[in-house]
């Protein structure tokens, strides 16, 4: 069973930054893409970012509500993903959780799109 691994996180004031990283426990694991997805309180999990890898090559997505403020990296051949978090708003405070798909299709915001998924960690940004 593949266990995805999260680490980051934690409390910022508002306009800070934050990291997460998150690796496969299993190195033998094929992804096509990870990616990120958070849930606020009372609220449903939604998408944040992912990456996609073809071959040598990657391909990013965001929502709209962190781009140009999130930046998601990866290493493919080490199942990791990371997410550097600027500018960082209140509303931005959920647990976030690192997810992989071994399928790609083009509804990357889906959740139901991702196979595997990390316990999450929590992001507090106080304003």
Do not use: H
Request: glycine share 12%.
């Amino acid at each position: 069973q593949v266990q995805l691994v999260e680490s980051g996180g934690g409390l910022v004031q508002a306009g800070g930054s934050l990291s997460l990283s998150c690796a496969a426990s299993r190195r033998t694991f094929s992804s096509n893409a990870m990616g990120w997805f958070r849930q606020a309180p009372g609220k449903e999990r939604e998408f944040v970012a992912v990456m996609r890898w073809s071959g040598s090559s990657s391909r990013t997505y965001y929502a709209d509500s962190v781009k140009g403020r999130f930046t998601i990296s990866g290493d493919n051949a080490k199942n990791a993903v990371y997410l550097q978090m600027n500018m960082l708003k209140p509303e931005d405070t959920a647990v976030y959780y690192c997810a992989a798909a071994v399928y790609w299709s083009g509804t990357y915001s889906y959740s139901g799109l991702y196979s595997y998924w990390g316990q999450g960690t929590k992001v507090t940004v106080s304003s």
